[in-house]
């Protein structure tokens, strides 16, 4: 399996996975990053079947007209998106590029279409859910603190120690984690009922 995180402008992470046999490859996020996206794709000869968005944002989907209109690519969202995905998902689906199996997790709380998406199990594309030390905001537009705490606690928390973590941003100590790492170091995952943490995260 080829997997590449990518970050050539700001703090915004994009990836590209694909099969290493049949070249097809999906974009997670294309953010600001669409011109090395391309680059690689081109480079590494690699065929876009989907690009997927973690959540609605702008600074996540800022890529995607122009790989759109580079590649002729179908979109992928949760269906509660409001930028009108060309296929939507929701919470246990299942995104196929050739043998790769992807795992949709919705995890609202940042926003109400966010979702993570599981790689074989092994790798946990955690968009603006988690973050290396941190977690998303509630205080935008759809956010939602007890939602995000389910999606942490019921959700996230449940996977294997292993999991190697890979968020949507760059705002920890390293690119990526582990679950089992975040459980350990992350202050936002220390163990607090819905209300306590409502009250952390300054929001309802």
């Known amino acids: 399996m080829y997997f590449k995180q990518i970050q050539q402008h700001g703090d915004n992470f994009s990836y590209i996975i694909a099969d290493e046999e049949t070249r097809e490859a999906v974009v997670v996020d294309s953010s ?94 955690t968009g603006d859910t988690l973050f290396v030390g941190e977690c998303g905001r509630t205080d935008m537009a759809g956010g939602d603190s007890a939602q995000l705490h389910n999606s942490l606690f019921n959700k996230l928390m449940k996977l294997r120690d292993d999991t190697e973590v890979y968020p949507g941003h760059d705002y920890g100590p390293t690119p990526r984690s582990t679950i089992g790492d975040e459980r350990k170091s992350n202050y936002v995952l220390q163990p607090r009922t819905v209300e306590e943490f409502k009250a952390f995260m300054g929001t309802p």
């Not at 989907?61 to 998106?81: D, M, P, Q, Y």
């Not at 995104?95 to 109400?112: D, E, L």
């Not at 790689?119 to 594309?125: C, I, P, Q, S, T």
């Open 32 to 125: 600001y990053n669409a011109g090395e996206i391309a680059r690689i794709l081109k480079t590494e000869e690699l065929h876009l079947k989907y690009l997927v968005n973690t959540h609605g944002h702008s600074d996540h989907t800022a890529g995607n007209e122009e790989l759109r209109f580079n590649f002729s690519v179908k979109t992928i969202a949760h269906k509660l998106s409001r930028n009108n995905p060309d296929i939507t998902v929701e919470d246990g689906d299942e995104i196929s590029i050739s043998s790769i199996k992807i795992k949709v997790i919705h995890t609202p709380g940042h926003t109400p279409d966010g979702i993570c998406l599981l790689l074989e199990g092994k790798k946990l594309l």
